[in-house]
């Protein structure tokens, strides 16, 4: 089904333990420096010279959902690109160009620079999204979901230490500085990308990509389809709780100084959970099938979700949020096997590209159905709805698995 030779997508590239080693610490690094930004964004909308309450809040949330946006349109177009000219040309790509975006932040003059340049972010990046295609087309297809497992990790754990050196930062070196200090933290991203991953290439893949590649060349969609649906699910899940859990934690504390640190660890511990998951899950999917791993994820997650919705102390929350993130930490890299796995070489990096703009979909889409859900209803009905919407996937998920999927590693 792919037509790769045993030398790359088979066997996988002699260098992909170094590749993924790169990739992973390159999209450590890329992912704080893109969130280090989130505690000080609104003050550096102020900085800029918006001065009225409203206003700082308005700017600061189209400044940060600006990269996503734009991330959201491209992602196929750069896994296109990548299939034709090579994957590690992408990531090139995208570290030179967030390298030139975050370090121009530091001197932006207006808050329409700020937006314009976190769109190019946007536009232009794409670091960790493209690791994950080129460590799922050069790691051996047994350990593929391992590799892929141990990347999220990486890029969990940007997303939790980046937010926190965001914090610690700027006081010390000043908010302007502290976006330099970012660029040329992805700068060394840039320069450890191009002269250590070593891509194996494939004999004709691109005129094959060119003349017959894309969503046309992929023979069975269903596959693809449900797990394009499932990662946009995943990250609903994931971030619908985020507009209530402020709110829903003040609830739960007898002292409301402290709030804001409970709803920051009860955000923090689905991420952690899922950090310590990710491997084994993906691990434990290379010997038993991807499919039996995602769908019982889903489903276990589904369950999690319900007592969340009734809990009386903020305990039993984190302990909750903690045991979801590590149900659903195996999604991604399992979500990324199956597609490689389901895929022609010269289509990977398109279907691999669509799949995250799912995840950016879900991203945006769970904070809106979360907030106005939880707004409008009720902030239980935000947990009930998700569980039911995962469950149902995990439904969606068994009834796509493909027959000849039925064995611990398809023969494609």
């Known amino acids: 089904m792919t037509d790769a030779n045993p030398g790359t997508a088979a066997g996988g590239s002699i260098h992909w333990k170094r590749n993924l080693a790169v990739s992973l610490v390159g999209s450590f690094t890329t992912i704080i420096a893109m969130t280090l930004l989130l505690p000080f964004l609104p003050l550096y909308v102020e900085e800029l010279g918006v001065t009225d309450h409203a206003a700082i809040v308005q700017w600061s949330g189209i400044a940060y959902g ?28 995208a570290s030179l160009g967030m390298t030139v975006a975050i370090g121009l932040m530091g001197v932006a ?35 593929s979901a391992w590799a ?17 050196i965001g914090g610690v930062l700027p006081p010390l070196t000043g908010i302007r500085n ?30 094959a990509a060119k003349a017959g590649g894309g969503w046309a060349a992929i023979p069975d969609k269903a596959p693809v389809i449900a797990m394009l649906a499932t990662g946009m699910l995943l990250m609903l899940a994931n971030m619908s709780i985020e507009p209530i859990i402020t709110v829903y934690v003040a609830q739960l504390v007898q002292r409301p100084e402290t709030v804001t640190m409970w709803a920051g660890l009860v955000m923090s511990t689905a991420a952690l959970g899922s ?12 010997r038993i ?8 994820a889903l489903v276990a997650a589904g369950v999690l979700l319900v007592p969340q919705a009734f809990v009386t102390s903020v305990w039993q929350l984190i302990l909750l949020r903690f045991l979801m993130g590590v149900a659903l930490g195996g999604l991604l890299p399992c979500i990324a096997a199956v597609i490689r796995h389901a895929v022609p070489d010269r289509s990977a990096g398109t279907a691999l590209g669509l799949s995250v703009s799912s995840q950016y979909v ?7 159905l979360g907030g106005f859900i939880g707004g409008h209803i009720g902030m239980p009905v935000v947990f009930i709805g998700t569980s039911i919407l995962l469950l149902a996937g995990a439904a969606l998920v068994w009834s796509a698995k493909p027959p000849l999927m039925r064995q611990a590693r398809p023969k494609l």
């Not at 950090?275 to 290379?286: C, K, N, V």
């Open 109 to 143: 003059e207006n808050v329409w620079q700020l937006v314009a340049l976190r769109l190019f972010v946007g536009l232009a990046g794409g670091y960790s999204s493209g690791s994950m295609v080129l460590v799922a087309t050069q790691t051996p297809r047994d350990r």
């Open 178 to 207: 502290t976006f330099l200090a970012a660029g040329g933290l992805i700068f060394l991203a840039f320069l450890a990308t191009t002269f250590l991953i070593k891509e194996e290439s494939v004999p004709g893949r691109r005129q």
């Open 362 to 368: 879900g991203q945006v889409a769970g904070p809106l």
């Open 148 to 164: 892929l497992g141990m990347l999220s990790s990486g890029i969990m754990a940007g997303n939790l230490v980046g937010p926190l």
């Open 275 to 286: 950090i310590l998951s990710a491997s084994r899950l993906g691990r434990l999917a290379d």
């Open 66 to 93: 600006a990269t996503f946006f734009a991330a959201a349109l491209v992602a196929p177009l750069w896994g296109r690109l990548g299939d034709i000219y090579g994957r590690k040309l992408m990531l090139v790509r």
């Open 289 to 296: 099938g991807h499919w039996p791993v995602i769908a019982g």
